[in-house]
């Protein structure tokens, strides 16, 4: 069975930056992505239908991550997936920071801070995954895929944080017996 790959994939008129996509964010924090708008009302970020207006890259990333984590092979086959890829890691990073006894304020803290921590970009030399994703072509394109994967990191932590703390101020045992699981092998 094959890993289920980005349904942003047949989108034309996206701004990639190496090979990573710069797609559209529903979103409120600051950055270069452009913005989607907001859900529908009576709908949530849990059950957005894929063929909405207001799905983005990260719910695909939080729907499918589960999933794909199981795999340790993921063959891309476009930019859309390299964010997938990424975000899947990410989620991986928050998932090791939530403890089973910490409280949805500890856990905000915990991974707003990891969010919002220096990171490696394509091409710099900690980036995991270089033998897969191009470095920017100049320093004005680094900064700008810098920004926009900081957007993605410190929503993709505020939704993630929505779903492991839904039933209250425990996190959900189902999501934490996943922060053990590494995609494609790797970690950030």
């Given at each position: 069975?094959?890993?289920?790959?980005?349904?942003?994939?047949?989108?034309?008129?996206?701004?990639?930056?190496?090979?990573?996509?710069?797609?559209?964010?529903?979103?409120?924090?600051?950055?270069?992505?452009?913005?989607?708008?907001?859900?529908?009302?009576?709908?949530?970020?849990?059950?957005?239908?894929?063929?909405?207006?207001?799905?983005?890259?990260?719910?695909?990333?939080?729907?499918?991550?589960?999933?794909?984590?199981?795999?340790?092979?993921?063959?891309?086959?476009?930019?859309?997936?390299?964010?997938?890829?990424?975000?899947?890691?990410?989620?991986?990073?928050?998932?090791?920071?939530?403890?089973?006894?910490?409280?949805?304020?500890?856990?905000?803290?915990?991974?707003?801070?990891?969010?919002?921590?220096?990171?490696?970009?394509?091409?710099?030399?900690?980036?995991?995954?270089?033998?897969?994703?191009?470095?920017?072509?100049?320093?004005?394109?680094a900064e700008t895929l810098r920004q926009?994967?900081?957007?993605?990191?410190?929503?993709?932590?505020?939704?993630?944080?929505?779903?492991?703390?839904?039933?209250?101020?425990?996190?959900?045992?189902?999501?934490?017996?996943?922060?053990?699981?590494?995609?494609?092998?790797?970690?950030?």
């Amino acid at each position: 069975m094959p890993a289920y790959h980005s349904i942003f994939l047949q989108d034309q008129d996206v701004r990639v930056i190496g090979n990573f996509a710069l797609l559209p964010l529903r979103t409120r924090t600051r950055g270069p992505a452009y913005t989607l708008p907001p859900l529908p009302a009576g709908v949530s970020d849990l059950d957005i239908d894929p063929d909405s207006e207001s799905y983005d890259p990260l719910d695909e990333v939080l729907s499918l991550f589960r999933a794909n984590t199981f795999f340790r092979n993921f063959e891309i086959k476009g930019p859309a997936d390299r964010l997938l890829i990424y975000g899947i890691l990410f989620l991986s990073e928050c998932l090791g920071k939530i403890r089973p006894g910490m409280g949805s304020r500890d856990a905000e803290k915990a991974l707003l801070t990891a969010a919002l921590d220096q990171f490696a970009i394509p091409g710099d030399p900690g980036f995991p995954l270089n033998q897969n994703f191009e470095a920017p072509k100049n320093k004005n394109d680094a900064e700008t895929l810098r920004q926009y994967m900081s957007q993605l990191r410190q929503e993709l932590a505020t939704r993630l944080l929505a779903r492991v703390y839904a039933g209250g101020n425990t996190p959900s045992k189902w999501w934490l017996s996943f922060n053990k699981r590494r995609f494609m092998g790797k970690t950030l």
